[in-house]
């Protein structure tokens, strides 16, 4: 028991310290393709970035303005905002609830008043909402009022894109509303189904990439023109997706001060290691593996699976539209899924996307509950689907590889910490004491890296500095302790969503509260 205990603890952390190895060496190749010249591409590809909006009045227009402002060619941009009725919906729901929701908000303190109305009004407005309501003579009358007072998405997206469009005359801008049932992906794919009659007739699908960033992206200035570079570099096929990585250090409207606050920040930090460590460094894998020539066989067996990070994905249009498209109940992951099966061609963008980290834990634990819900209808995806089932062995090799890391983000940590409890019980103290005296060397290792990273690729960013969070020496080594609830983190949304699906309670899903 205590040898088995033993290889359990220090096979995982070899793990990690094998992640960071790869996330050191996967940035170093980022870095030195951001600091080459980026060649003009010709002819570039069409782009089309679509911006799906549900609840995101204060945020909106500073997306929209900073797509529009990308450096790229004009006439080949073309940004599609794509607002849904499900946020009315939703608010005429709420309507019913307002006397209830009041009432909590007065018996609760201001923080956490303001906690309770995310999702409800636009975050920024959430602490003055709030402390309106309970400072007025009629709660219920005012928290009304203050809804109402809010214009939808939609409202918003009718007045800001026409001006938006006068200043950028070269930017193809256009408004679609999804007035049917579903979520982000649904919203996602009406938008592409329409893009035939958006699209100039030179747009050809096999040149054409279709992106997406959320309301929250502030890319680089110079994304596009690092794609179409990508695209047209001449070393083989033409990327079927190219996938630029998010930087999470921006401090979101909803954050508070506090030991949570420090804690979601030493998150978005720990994030740069599983970006480059994990996406960036599989999608470079594979262009070696592929570049080697390989037996087919041998070749899906060594390249790894590929996830699809929603906010900076770019997939070719008519690769898009084969797999079909996006799906529920996540948009992005199964089109990683689908393509690793596909043995498609990809890469990724040495340039990044500067978004919104995590205010809360409960906000992240809701995200990865929805990720987690995703993993597991994408591995009955690649069981069931005659279509995917058709590129044996490819898709068996992304279901056997998926399958096992989807077990082991729900059993892992529970391993790790029956194998803690094995060698306390065991007596063997000394032996857990240098395993853990390890950890934490790696972890103190672990975050410098991260911390440096941060500073760099922030400092090289081409973009808006709204809201950035720079880690500070010596502020940051503060966040180090954090590190060490990381994976604790990472499993309370798996465990949470697993509680629920076993009790028959819904399940508790979502990755935004702006």
């Known amino acids: 028991m205590t040898t088995a205990a033993l290889v359990v603890l220090w ?19 980022l870095d030195r393709r951001r600091q080459r010249t980026v060649p003009a591409a010709d002819p570039a590809p069409h782009v089309v970035l679509l911006v799906p909006a549900l609840r995101e009045q204060e945020l909106l227009a500073e997306v929209v303005r900073a797509a529009a402002g990308l450096s790229y060619p004009p006439g080949l941009l073309h940004v599609v905002v794509v607002t849904t009725q499900r946020e009315e919906r939703e608010r005429h729901a709420v309507a019913a609830r307002v006397p209830a929701l009041a009432a909590a908000l007065v018996k609760a303190d201001a923080e956490d008043a303001a906690a309770r109305l995310a999702g409800i009004v636009p975050s920024g407005r959430a602490a003055e909402t709030a402390r309106r309501t309970r400072a007025s003579s009629d709660p219920a009358g005012t928290l009304r009022a203050e809804i109402d007072a809010v214009p939808t998405t939609r409202e918003v997206a009718a007045v800001l894109l026409p001006a938006i469009a006068a200043g950028h005359p070269g930017v193809g801008l256009h408004h679609l509303h999804y007035t049917d049932e579903g979520a982000k992906s649904s919203q996602l794919v009406h938008a592409v189904e329409q893009l035939p009659g958006l699209l100039p007739p030179d747009a050809d699908p096999a040149y054409t990439y279709v992106g997406l960033y959320d309301a929250d992206s502030q890319p680089d200035l110079g994304s596009l023109e690092q794609l179409a570079a990508t695209v047209s570099r001449g070393d083989g096929p033409t990327p079927h997706l190219v996938q630029q990585l998010p930087l999470q250090l921006r401090r979101p409207h909803a954050a508070r001060h506090g030991g949570t606050d420090v804690l979601m920040r030493a998150h978005a930090l720990a994030d740069l290691r599983r970006r480059t460590g994990v996406e960036a460094y599989r999608i470079l894998a594979r262009r070696r593996i592929r570049s080697a020539r390989l037996p087919a066989g041998l070749t ?34 199964l089109v990683g899924y689908k393509l ?66 989807t077990a082991w983000w729900f059993g892992g940590p529970a391993v790790v910490l029956a194998a803690i409890t094995a060698l306390v019980a ?10 853990v005296a390890a950890a934490c060397a790696y972890t103190v290792l672990h975050a410098t890296w991260c911390v440096t990273k941060a500073r ?36 309370a949304g798996p465990l949470g969503h697993l ?12 990755k935004t509260e702006r």
């Open 426 to 435: 065991d007596g063997s103290g000394g032996a857990l004491l240098v395993w």
């Open 456 to 491: 760099q690729w922030l400092a090289a960013h081409r973009g808006t500095a709204a809201r950035t969070e720079t880690p500070t020496w010596p502020s940051a080594l503060a966040l180090v302790p954090a590190f060490l609830l990381q994976p604790l983190l990472h499993w």
């Open 340 to 405: 690793s099966t596909t043995g498609a061609v990809m890469d990724v963008l040495p340039v990044f996307n500067l978004v919104d980290r995590y205010p809360r834990p409960q906000a992240l634990g809701k995200a990865y509950a929805l990720v987690a819900h995703g993993s597991i209808a994408g591995c009955r995806r690649l069981l069931t689907d005659p279509v995917l089932r058709a590129f044996r062995p490819r898709n068996t090799v992304v279901l056997v590889k998926e399958g096992l890391d």
């Open 300 to 333: 899906a067996l060594a390249e790894p699976v590929v996830y699809g990070i929603g906010a900076g994905l770019f997939v070719r249009h008519d690769t898009l539209v084969s797999i079909g498209m996006y799906e529920e109940p996540v948009d992005d992951l």
């Open 499 to 510: 509680y629920r699906a076993v009790r028959g309670a819904p399940p508790a899903l979502g």
């Open 11 to 29: 096979g995982v952390l070899s793990w990690g310290v094998l992640l960071s190895v790869r996330a050191a060496l996967a940035a170093r190749v």
